[in-house]
């Protein structure tokens, strides 16, 4: 059951190969559209998730059930106020870094930074231990870095490639994605430092492999991840706690 997080900017490809490896394996795959959906579910409902035991889970309905868990442990299932998934929880799990919402500068907003981003590793380590799942995003590979069962991998690209990816997936123009990128590029840096303390979210030494998409063809780097997956998983993938060799 192979477990894969992947990092890296903005149009940077692993939008690509994340769905790509996903299919694959036969493998989960979660990126924050997906948290969106459940997240929202999740905030409007939770008793909707049970009124479907009859007919195989969709993947929202599977991460919705992890949400779920996370709710009932903390006892406040089907009560408004939940500390951690709250109404605040849904931007942090789902939107683009720039759009995240900003801490009111209080005493009291490094208590809500610490709920926010313990919601979210909480998420991320139960989508990691239901096994088989590909995860884009959201620190993933930070937050599961000492989990050694965790293939963590980096995709970058060239800037131009990266501008050439948000004109058409988003249908901007040219000196509009460039805009985009350097916004979310900052924004992106901001919510590393502010949240794992990390100035560099790209050092290669986070991964245990970075691939460069304007120069690999994504098929053949889908081959690699899913080689270097296994190789973790057999023991052949010689790794020591929290960073690669």
């Given at each position: 059951?192979?477990?894969?997080?992947?990092?890296?900017?903005?149009?940077?490809?692993?939008?690509?190969?994340?769905?790509?490896?996903?299919?694959?394996?036969?493998?989960?795959?979660?990126?924050?559209?997906?948290?969106?959906?459940?997240?929202?579910?999740?905030?409007?409902?939770?008793?909707?998730?049970?009124?479907r035991e009859?007919?195989?889970?969709?993947?929202?309905?599977?991460?919705?059930?992890?949400l779920q868990?996370?709710?009932?442990?903390?006892?406040?299932?089907?009560?408004?106020?939940?500390?951690?998934?709250?109404?605040?929880?849904?931007?942090?799990?789902?939107?683009?870094?720039?759009?995240?919402?900003?801490?009111?500068?209080?005493?009291?907003?490094?208590?809500?930074?610490?709920?926010?981003?313990?919601?979210?590793?909480?998420?991320?380590?139960?989508?990691?231990?239901?096994?088989?799942?590909?995860?884009?995003?959201?620190?993933?590979?930070?937050?599961?870095?000492?989990?050694?069962?965790?293939?963590?991998?980096?995709?970058?690209?060239?800037?131009?490639?990266?501008?050439?990816?948000?004109?058409?997936?988003?249908?901007?123009?040219?000196?509009?994605?460039?805009?985009?990128?350097?916004?979310r590029d900052?924004?992106?840096?901001?919510?590393?430092?502010?949240?794992?303390?990390?100035?560099?979210?790209?050092?290669?030494?986070?991964?245990?492999?970075?691939?460069?998409?304007?120069?690999?063809?994504?098929?053949?780097?889908?081959?690699?991840?899913?080689?270097?997956?296994?190789?973790?998983?057999?023991?052949?993938?010689?790794?020591?706690?929290?960073?690669?060799?």
């Amino acid at each position: 059951m192979a477990v894969i997080a992947l990092g890296g900017l903005t149009g940077g490809g692993g939008r690509v190969l994340g769905p790509l490896v996903a299919r694959r394996l036969g493998a989960d795959y979660v990126d924050r559209l997906i948290l969106t959906d459940v997240a929202r579910e999740v905030g409007a409902t939770v008793e909707a998730l049970h009124q479907r035991e009859e007919r195989p889970p969709t993947r929202g309905e599977k991460f919705g059930k992890v949400l779920q868990r996370i709710l009932e442990r903390s006892a406040v299932t089907g009560v408004g106020g939940d500390p951690y998934f709250g109404p605040g929880i849904t931007p942090f799990l789902s939107e683009e870094y720039e759009d995240l919402p900003q801490p009111t500068i209080t005493r009291g907003h490094e208590l809500e930074d610490e709920r926010y981003i313990e919601a979210i590793s909480t998420v991320m380590r139960e989508v990691a231990a239901s096994g088989n799942a590909v995860i884009v995003g959201r620190g993933g590979y930070i937050i599961l870095r000492d989990n050694p069962e965790v293939l963590r991998v980096g995709v970058v690209a060239d800037f131009e490639d990266r501008v050439l990816t948000i004109m058409g997936r988003e249908h901007l123009e040219h000196d509009e994605a460039e805009r985009v990128i350097l916004d979310r590029d900052e924004a992106r840096a901001l919510y590393f430092q502010r949240f794992f303390g990390i100035d560099e979210p790209d050092n290669p030494v986070l991964y245990h492999l970075v691939i460069n998409s304007s120069a690999v063809d994504m098929e053949y780097a889908a081959a690699v991840v899913i080689e270097a997956s296994e190789a973790l998983r057999s023991g052949k993938l010689l790794v020591r706690r929290g960073a690669a060799v």
